[in-house]
């Protein structure tokens, strides 16, 4: 097999501004694995919070392409799936391109491959940033328009009432709309069994990772007086983190790049299944050909929050939609997605 490597920018079409950052662009590398004239493809993003940055991924994915080539076939490669130390977004990436590759060689989705017998469909979220309550008004009013029916809102300004505000103006803007608050680990235990019941009262579903990370015992205890369902992502990383918090939290948000691919997702949907913790798809602000696979496993998730390449200005990729409020996976063979434009190529 013969492993090559394009690095991509991605502008997001504004800014995206969350409790601890705010970010206007990322770059992506995509890998491509080729075996007979057929390719393979998966993508991996740089990440301040998970530590990677560009030159990082690039060195990280160069090595797994050359690790690839000792294997004589895809099917072979997948079955080992080789992680080595590499990073979970990097393992992703190199699994996404094998099941992609795998999925044209037998000519069946990834799904398929996955142990779904349909193509999963699913109504996702779409974020809102920390803004001003007006622009939110008006972006939820918009969404609502396109046909979508959950809008997950950024919390964690400075002041409070600033973010219950914004969600008062998102909840009157589009009254039908789901809401899914995230502060992004912005409050401690006390701010937050203040805050919870008020957003309990105003119609918010559920509450993404309210307090800091690091303190997975805190975050259970808050679950246990809480009126609202919380979800833990940032102390939900690994099998581990899950297994710590099964039972105890109410949702878990599980993102391929930070557990390491489908297969590890899977593990983590086996884990919690019937536990009372639900399973959260989220993901990374990525294309479509890095959201992909994770739309092949929207099936086993109660919450689909996979609107990263809904974000961005121009997507490079096509195939899974969203622009509707819904994220769909194809028959097509492998991910079923394609570029639409192209970037720096380099030669693993």
């Given amino acids: 097999m013969k492993a090559t490597l394009r690095t991509v920018r991605l502008a997001l079409a504004e800014p995206l501004r969350i409790s601890r950052s705010t970010m206007a662009a990322r770059d992506a590398v995509w890998l491509t694995v080729e075996h007979k004239g057929l390719t393979g493809h998966g993508e991996a993003v740089t990440s301040v919070y998970y530590g990677l940055d560009t030159a990082e991924l690039e060195r990280q994915l160069y090595e797994a392409g050359l690790d690839l080539g000792r294997f004589g076939d ?3 490669a997948l079955r080992e799936r080789p992680a080595g130390d590499r990073p979970p977004a990097v393992t992703a990436a190199v699994e996404a391109a094998l099941l992609d590759l795998c999925g044209k060689r037998s000519g069946v989705p990834v799904h398929r491959l996955l142990g779904a017998r349909s193509a999963p469909s699913a109504r996702t979220a779409r974020t ?16 609502a328009e396109s046909g979508f029916t959950v809008i997950k809102v950024k919390a964690g300004a400075p002041d409070p009432e ?5 969600i008062r103006a998102i909840a009157s803007a589009a009254p039908r ?21 008020r957003y309990a009262e105003l ?7 309210p307090l800091a990370p690091g303190d997975p015992e805190a975050l259970a205890r808050l679950a246990e007086r809480s009126p609202l369902p919380l979800i833990a992502d940032e102390d939900a990383v690994t099998y581990e983190d899950v297994r710590r918090l099964v039972g105890r939290v ?17 593990r983590i949907a086996e884990l919690v299944e019937g536990s009372g913790t639900d399973l959260m798809l989220g993901c990374l602000t990525a294309s479509t050909l890095g959201l992909a696979p994770a739309v092949h496993l929207a099936d086993r998730a109660r919450w689909a929050d996979l609107d990263g390449h809904l974000l961005l200005a121009d997507d490079p990729w096509t195939g899974i939609g969203g622009t509707d409020g819904v994220v769909r996976a194809s028959d097509l063979p492998g991910l079923g997605v394609r570029e639409r434009q192209v970037g720096r190529e380099d030669a693993a």
């Fill in 162 to 166: 600033d973010d219950l505000d914004r």
């Fill in 74 to 76: 895809p099917e072979n």
């Fill in 177 to 197: 709309a789901r809401l899914l608050l995230d502060p992004n680990g912005a409050w401690t235990s006390a701010q937050a069994l203040q805050l919870l019941p």
């Fill in 250 to 266: 109410h949702g878990v948000n599980v993102k391929l790049a930070k557990c390491g691919g489908p297969y590890a997702a899977l």
């Fill in 203 to 209: 119609g918010v579903e559920a509450v993404e990772q």
């Fill in 128 to 143: 809102i940033g920390i803004v001003p309550a007006e622009r939110a008004a008006a972006q939820a009013r918009s969404l």
